[in-house]
């Protein structure tokens, strides 16, 4: 019934999503812990009203110009979609066919290995330094058809600079180099600058994470128009609703109340990280609203459990080079307090006392 690639593939798993009466600190998924802005939720209202019966804009116009506003970047530049994740499908049906190749550093977002599986492209991993420093001159090297790289990385939430980006951009002048700056709103840089010299970078934005819109689903995409126009072809004819729409026009349009929140979670992530190496884990610096704690050596994956009996999910990835590790997102202070109550007896109880001093 499927095409061969189909049959052998592994679906992509997000994150656990508890069911309505399950009562869980969700630390899984990196969702923002604060509300959307008011004027979201006013917008929603608004758009919820006999219109509903009629098709959304096909460009997003709305929801673009409040793009263009906010990063300075033409409308004709941007394409709106069904968060990034769709972004992502879009760029891989549009760039690979079978046999085609995609380049991307390990461990990164696994969605990246499923969309290609879907395409039957040939996805070429190069590993990440301990540091997680991108191999930079490798995928140089590679010249794959299309090129990724996750910056803040998930899972380590470590910011590749911009001007490293721009290096490769060079080297691949006439492939797509995708930057996923899905978390780049927690970070000290951004790669947009870049557009104005490489005609072959996508950059990915999504309005999942610091604008706590996960729910909602909007992300967005900026390229130079031959890209955007090349990308039309293989979007969906009415991707977004009315609603989602109006409620991320709304949004883009206050930045401050993003801002704000990104300040509460980014204060939040540096007393976690001091709090996590302080209890012996190593935790590469963040620049995203999560964290990484591995213990080298150890199988987190009792941990993750214990924690969850807990009543806290976090991420555990079981593959080799992550087993070693938990992703904790970053939630409100209480949240973490409840998280680091239940943490330090589980580590005491699965591998002994493993405190150091910081620094």
């Keep these: 019934m499927f095409r061969p690639s189909i049959n052998r593939m592994v679906a992509y798993t997000p994150g656990e999503q508890p069911r309505a009466h399950e009562r869980f600190i969700k630390l899984n998924t990196n969702e923002n812990p604060y509300p959307p802005s008011p004027k979201v939720r006013r917008a929603v209202a608004k758009a919820a009203d006999a219109t509903l019966r009629l098709y959304p804009a096909p460009r997003a ?18 394409l709106a979609g069904n968060g990034s994740d ?67 990385n998930s899972p380590s939430g470590t910011l590749t600079p911009a001007r490293s980006l721009a290096i490769l951009a060079g080297q691949l002048r006439g492939r797509l180099l995708v930057i996923d700056e899905a978390y780049v709103d927690f970070a000290s840089d951004n790669s947009l600058r870049l557009l104005k010299n490489h005609k072959n970078v996508v ?93 080298p050596g150890r199988d987190m994956g009792p941990v993750a459990r214990g924690l969850r009996r807990a009543g806290i999910l976090v991420r555990y990835f079981a593959t080799p080079v992550l087993r070693d590790a938990i992703r904790i997102s970053i939630g409100t202070p209480a949240e973490m307090a409840a998280l680091f109550r239940a ?3 589980i580590v005491r109880s699965e591998f002994g006392s493993m405190r150091r001093r910081s620094g």
């Design 61 to 78: 116009d709305q929801f673009v110009a409040g793009a263009s506003k906010l990063y300075g970047v033409p409308s004709e530049m941007i």
């Design 86 to 152: 769709e972004l992502l499908a879009m760029i891989f049906r549009a760039t690979l066919g079978p046999g085609d190749k995609v380049a991307y550093p390990t461990p990164t977002y696994s969605l990246y290995d499923t969309l290609a599986a879907v395409q039957d492209a040939k996805v070429l991993h190069f590993p990440f330094g301990r540091d997680f420093a991108v191999p930079l001159a490798a995928l140089g090297r590679a010249r794959a058809r299309l090129t990724i790289v996750c910056s803040p």
């Design 203 to 295: 950059i990915l934005r999504t309005l999942s994470k610091a604008y706590s819109l996960a729910g909602m689903r909007l992300g967005l995409a900026l390229a130079h128009r031959e890209v955007i126009e090349g990308l039309l072809k293989v979007k969906d004819s009415y991707n977004l609703s009315r609603i989602a729409l109006a409620g991320g026009a709304a949004a883009l349009g206050d930045p401050a109340w993003m801002r704000r929140n990104v300040e509460r979670v980014k204060k939040t992530r540096a007393l976690t990280e001091a709090r996590l190496r302080k209890m012996g884990f190593e935790v590469p610096p963040s620049e995203a609203n999560f964290v990484l704690a591995r213990m």
């Design 343 to 345: 943490l330090d007896p």
